[in-house]
Nanobody, 124 residues
Framework: HVQLVESGGGSVQAGGSLNLSCTTS????????LGWFRQVPGKEREGVAI???????RYIDSVKGRFTISQDSAKAWLYLRMDSLALEDTGMYYC???????????????????WGQGTQVTVS
């Protein structure tokens, strides 16, 4: 079965950087969509960045130029490099996977079937 496990969260000062990782295993499809989402208490979960199985990426405006989503060549790891972190980047970060190609122009959590348990990012 599909498993996603995040790591790399933590506490960092504003302006700092963090690298999030997510192991992806148990899937067999060649076309898929991977994404990073975040959520703060009292707010809806927000899609931060996505990457298609062919490597196409998309970001929400608030993280463009600061965050980078990527996969390793073996397609077993998903990463989120976060630079110039701001207070509003605080939240629980989740990796998610869909067995379908990304909806590149608009995506939501409803598109993703598999989720990790989350890793906390706190910016102060």
């Amino acid at each position: 079965h599909v498993q996603l496990v995040e790591s790399g969260g933590g506490s960092v000062q504003a302006g700092g950087s963090l690298n999030l990782s997510c192991t992806t295993s148990g899937y067999t499809w060649s076309a898929y969509c991977l994404g990073w989402f975040r959520q703060v208490p009292g707010k809806e979960r927000e899609g931060v960045a996505i990457v298609d199985s062919d490597g196409t990426t998309r970001y929400i405006d608030s993280v463009k130029g600061r965050f980078t989503i990527s996969q390793d060549s073996a397609k077993a790891w998903l990463y989120l490099r976060m630079d110039s972190l701001a207070l509003e980047d605080t939240g629980m970060y989740y990796c998610a996977m869909s067995p379908l190609e990304c909806y590149l122009d608009s995506w939501s959590e409803d598109d993703f079937k598999y989720w990790g348990q989350g890793t906390q990012v706190t910016v102060s």
